[in-house]
C-alpha cells in the first residue's frame, strides 16, 4: 500500500497482466511500490494460467491476484481487473515495464487537472533509453494505404497523420522526432494506458472478441465518442523491456491485420471493409517481394501469412 493521502478513497488501480512473466512482474511491482507517491493505490494482477509462479509472487508482494484457468486474452483479462478495482483512475500497465521517479503519482495529479482528458499515457524507453512508437491516429483508408505503400518516403508522415507514426529505420530517414513532444492523439498503447474508471464504463471497457492487437485502438475510439481527448506526455517516462526488438514477428502481425479487419467491421461503413483488404494485401504483397530480398525467405513467409487473411 502506498503512504497515506489526505482521500480516503481509492485513488489509483493499476491492473497487470500476467503470462509467464515472473521475473518482469516481480520487477514492476516492486518498482511501483517503490517509487509511487502521494497517491492511494492497488495493484490488481490478472494472471492467464500462467505456469511459472507469477501469480504467487504477486501475491506474496501484496497485489490482488486473480486467476484465470486458461489465458483468456488481454482485453478479457483487463475487464476482470476492471471489476474487480475500486480506484477512481485505472492504469493499464504491462508486467514488463518499469517505473521511477513517481511517474504514477504525478500522471494522476495531471490527469485530476485536466478533465477533458479521458486517456493518458506516458513515453516508453528500450533499456537503453531510446524511445519507442506508443500510438497514433485512427486507421482511415488514407492512412492505412500511407502506412502500406508510401509511409518510408520523407515527410509523408506530416502530411498524412500516421496511423503507426514512422519511428525505425526504413529506407530514407528514421523516425525519431514524433515521440519526442506532448500531443493529442487518437490512441495509444496498452503498456502504459492511464484512464478514469467513470469513463471506461461509459465507454463500455474492452471489447473481448479482440484477443490482442487493435483492442487499445478500439477502446480509445469509444472513449473519444463519448467525448474525451487521449493524450501523449513524454515528459514522463517507463521503461517498455518488451518493446526493444524490432524483428518481425507472425504472431503480432497476423494479429494485428486480423485486429484491424475487425476494427473495420465494428465501427467503419462495410464498403470501407473492400479497400481495408486491398491495402492490406497490396502492403503484404509488397513486403513479400522486399524481405524475400533483404532479409531472407524467413520474414518474406510471414507477409506470405498476413497476404493470405488480409
Known amino acids: 500500500m502506498a503512504e497515506s493521502h489526505k482521500f480516503i478513497k481509492m485513488d489509483l488501480s493499476i491492473i497487470i497482466i500476467s503470462f509467464n512473466t515472473k521475473k518482469l512482474l516481480v520487477s514492476c511491482i516492486k518498482s511501483i511500490k517503490k517509487y509511487t507517491k502521494k497517491v492511494i493505490f492497488e495493484i490488481i494482477v490478472v494472471d492467464n494460467a500462467s505456469g511459472d509462479g507469477s501469480a504467487e509472487a504477486a501475491s506474496k508482494l501484496?497485489?490482488?491476484?486473480?486467476?484465470?484457468?486458461?489465458?483468456?486474452?488481454?482485453?478479457?483479462?483487463?475487464?476482470?481487473?476492471?471489476?474487480?478495482?475500486?480506484?477512481?483512475?485505472?492504469?493499464?500497465?504491462?508486467?514488463?515495464?518499469?517505473?521511477?521517479d513517481n511517474v504514477l503519482g504525478e500522471m494522476v495529479e495531471w490527469m485530476s487537472k485536466n478533465p477533458e482528458v479521458g486517456v493518458a499515457t506516458s513515453a516508453l524507453k528500450n533499456k537503453d533509453g531510446s524511445l519507442q512508437a506508443t500510438g497514433g491516429y485512427f486507421p482511415t483508408l488514407l492512412r492505412v494505404f500511407s502506412w502500406m505503400?508510401?509511409?518510408?518516403?520523407?515527410?509523408?508522415?506530416?502530411?498524412?497523420?500516421?496511423?503507426?507514426?514512422?519511428?525505425?529505420?526504413?529506407?530514407?530517414?528514421?523516425?525519431?522526432?514524433?515521440?519526442?513532444?506532448?500531443?493529442?492523439?487518437?490512441?495509444?498503447?496498452?503498456?502504459?494506458?492511464?484512464?478514469?474508471?467513470?469513463?471506461?464504463?461509459?465507454?463500455?471497457?474492452?471489447?473481448?472478441?479482440?484477443?490482442?492487437?487493435?483492442?487499445e485502438v478500439d477502446l480509445c475510439f469509444r472513449i473519444k465518442k463519448v467525448g474525451k481527448k487521449i493524450w501523449y506526455l513524454p515528459r514522463w517516462n517507463v521503461t517498455h523491456f518488451g518493446g526493444a526488438s524490432s524483428k518481425t514477428n507472425e504472431l503480432s502481425l497476423v494479429s494485428e491485420y486480423e485486429?484491424?479487419?475487425?476494427?473495420?467491421?465494428?465501427?467503419?461503413?462495410?464498403?470501407?471493409?473492400?479497400?481495408l483488404r486491398l491495402f492490406l494485401k497490396i502492403g503484404a504483397l509488397g513486403r513479400i517481394l522486399l524481405f524475400a530480398i533483404l532479409e531472407g525467405r524467413e520474414t518474406a513467409k510471414i507477409y506470405v501469412k498476413a497476404y493470405k487473411i488480409a
Open 149 to 215: 505503400t508510401i509511409q518510408d518516403f520523407p515527410l509523408v508522415d506530416k502530411i498524412i497523420k500516421p496511423f503507426h507514426p514512422l519511428h525505425s529505420k526504413s529506407f530514407f530517414l528514421k523516425g525519431d522526432e514524433f515521440y519526442k513532444s506532448k500531443k493529442e492523439l487518437d490512441w495509444v498503447t496498452g503498456a502504459f494506458l492511464l484512464t478514469r474508471k467513470d469513463v471506461l464504463e461509459k465507454a463500455g471497457g474492452w471489447d473481448k472478441s479482440f484477443f490482442m492487437y487493435v483492442e
Open 259 to 275: 485486429g484491424i479487419k475487425k476494427f473495420y467491421i465494428k465501427h467503419y461503413p462495410s464498403w470501407q471493409f473492400i479497400f
Open 62 to 100: 501484496g497485489a490482488k491476484v486473480i486467476l484465470n484457468a486458461k489465458n483468456r486474452g488481454f482485453a478479457k483479462a483487463n475487464n476482470q481487473g476492471i471489476e474487480a478495482s475500486s480506484g477512481k483512475y485505472i492504469l493499464f500497465l504491462n508486467s514488463d515495464t518499469l517505473v521511477a
